[in-house]
């Protein structure tokens, strides 16, 4: 929701979990060189940049199903969609927003590579509180970029155009919409990935299934499919305030319902007055169903940003020369 999600707080659990237990059990931070903290950076920007292009087009569809106009349906499944935008728009169509998200996501995610790599219960609390904050702007305006179409009325022709053209219309405020159910979305999303994570974790290692465990250690595939499973538990159940906060995204964009059709036709007014009552106007005119619209490719794209996330960092980490500075 985020975190994905983008989200406040990494889809990755595997480091974070393992991390946390170091942290626990009286493992001291080693020392900050800077070269070091520099390098550790650099390897988890890349990682979090790789990822979020490698299922740019999964997520792009995620946003385009969660905010479409419901009498306007294009868009009517995870295949169809993609085809759709592929014959719409082509190969760039697939992408757009891409650039907004990873000049939001590189930043976010090099704090949290290097967070997770020092175990550091200090610098954790520091990236919870400022990043998100810092960065959310970004989400919203990539939010809007992402739903253009060639069709669209009206053109944000880039993210810097997006920020200033909000902040002239719209005010400084609303570049923060939608920002709540983002934050209250990081306490359920993130107790789940730690309680499913360690839980499946525990299991493995007690009954030794097919296998799996090796002198009380998981695999590395067996780790990230733990994660995944968590990440998908997570994201499932705070879901619907991920759905919230796009569509609250869109309020007092001008044209916003056109730009939604792609036809010039206005026939779903975004007006909501608040979160509470986004969810409320969402249930009564689209059913229930509409809080989970977009969760096929937004659960389809875990697995692949988890594995290439942290398969990336821990190969650029090696080409950079970075030394894992916590023993097992």
Partial sequence: MASEDESA???IVVNLAEEAKLAREGVKAPGHAIFSICKSLVAGGVAGGLSRTAVAPLERLKILLQVQ????????GTIQGLKYIWRSEGFRGL???????????????????FSYEE???GILWLYRQQPGNATYPMDM???????QTE???????????????VLREEGPRALYKGWLPSVIGVVPYVGLNFAVYESLKDWLIKSRPFGLVQDTELSVPTRLACGAAAGTVGQTVAYPLDVIRRRMQMVGWNNASSVLTGDGRSKAPL???GMIDAFRKTVRHEGFG?????????????????????????TVKDILGVEMRISD
Avoid: D, W
């Avoid at 669209?152 to 880039?158: A, C």
């Fill in 9 to 11: 707080v990494s889809k």
């Fill in 69 to 76: 106009n419901p009498h306007s349906i294009k868009y009517n």
């Fill in 95 to 113: 992408f757009k927003g891409n650039g907004t998200n990873c000049a939001r996501i590189v930043p976010n995610s090099a704090v949290k590579f």
């Fill in 141 to 147: 305006v990539r939010g809007r970029l992402t739903v």
């Fill in 151 to 165: 069709k669209s009325p009206y053109q944000y022709r880039g993210m810097f155009h997006a920020l200033s053209t």
């Fill in 119 to 121: 175990a550091s219960r």
């Fill in 290 to 314: 509409a809080l989970y619209k977009g969760l096929v490719p937004n659960s389809v794209k875990v697995v692949p940003s988890i594995a290439i996330a942290f398969v990336t960092y821990e």
């Fill in 271 to 273: 007006e909501y007055t």
